[in-house]
């Protein structure tokens, strides 16, 4: 009979998996929100094929600059989200813009993210002159502005994802590796590294051991960070016309496309870049609640 009636408390005192989940949506909306905007993208761009009810690069100029399904009184339209000024869906168009804007973006940051580590631990490990030659090249990169010296190179080597990929890499590393030569500058000063250092740890088993795992939480913060701003960035960048080919659908090409439908077929404008909002929004809901959840004290 005890055993029967302690398990009866416990089964009382343990909540079950739906208030647990409700509780943690309480207690974190805006994460959950963040999550659910980023796993949207996500799903979208990974099943692009499978969920896009038309061809995204096949034109019907009968179709030409149709309205959203859901405001057309005539019956003609055949497009959800309308479509664009030769007659392809928006709607699939920017479901396979999402596959563009997710790969240059996430490529972008692993560069950048695997450059600026390696850089960052060598300045704020080793200090010296490797550290004072680090640091002056990132201070001479940071001083020009990103967007100039990104029409520039894209100018002379001409459009295409890789190079905005490779431009994005090699430029936003300086973020990784001042961030983690700061952390690593107060974390080797710590007893338990200067105890490792004593029994004769090498410098790469300190490193891997005990200096990349304290820093790991703080990377993948800004990492998520700036996937939202590459994804921004990348739009930016093929609005101008210097970034993803303009056969390839993309949301910044898309937002290009509109300019001069604009006050005739607001669809054209409106839908793409709320795509760009919801996305970039998404992910930096999610890179503050890593934050919070990783490291208070940032």
């Known amino acids: 009979m005890v055993q029967v009636t302690e398990n009866k408390d416990m089964k009382k005192i343990k909540p079950s998996l739906g208030k ?8 974190n909306p805006t994460g959950v929100l963040g999550i659910i905007l980023v796993s949207i993208a996500i799903f979208t761009a990974l099943f692009a094929g499978v969920i896009a009810p038309f061809d995204a690069s096949k034109a019907d100029l009968a179709h030409r ?6 405001l057309d009184d005539t019956g003609k339209s055949q497009y959800l989200l309308g479509g664009d000024q030769v007659g392809r869906d928006l709607l699939s168009r920017i479901i ?4 563009i804007s997710l790969i240059v973006s996430i490529s972008g940051v692993l560069i950048s993210l695997v450059l600026g580590t390696f850089l960052g631990v060598i300045a704020g490990y080793f200090g010296k002159w490797f550290d004072d030659f680090i640091m002056r090249i990132a201070d001479i990169q940071l001083a020009f502005p990103f967007m100039l010296f990104a029409i520039v190179i894209m100018s002379a080597l001409g459009t295409g994802i890789e190079k905005i990929i490779i431009i994005l890499g090699l430029t936003y590393w300086v973020g990784f590796a001042r961030l983690i030569r700061g952390e690593i500058l107060s974390l080797k ?20 051991k005990h200096i990349l ?17 590459f994804i921004l960035l990348e739009a930016s960048l093929t609005f101008l016309g210097l970034g993803v080919d303009p056969t390839i659908p993309s949301w910044g090409g898309m937002l290009a496309d509109s300019r001069n439908y604009v006050t005739t077929a607001w669809w054209t404008a409106v839908f793409p870049g709320v795509a760009i909002m919801m ?4 992910f930096n809901l999610l890179g503050d609640w890593l934050r919070d959840r990783l490291d208070p004290n940032m």
């Open 20 to 27: 647990r989940i409700g509780k943690f949506i309480v207690k």
């Open 279 to 282: 996305t970039v929004l998404g």
């Open 96 to 99: 396979y813009g999402a596959q």
């Open 65 to 70: 600059l149709d309205v959203p399904m859901w």
């Open 213 to 229: 795992p304290n820093v790991a939480s703080s990377i993948i913060v800004l990492a998520t960070m700036y996937i939202a701003e």
């Open 189 to 208: 000063e710590q007893e338990y590294i200067q105890a490792a250092k004593a029994i004769g740890g090498t410098h790469i088993k300190i490193i891997m």
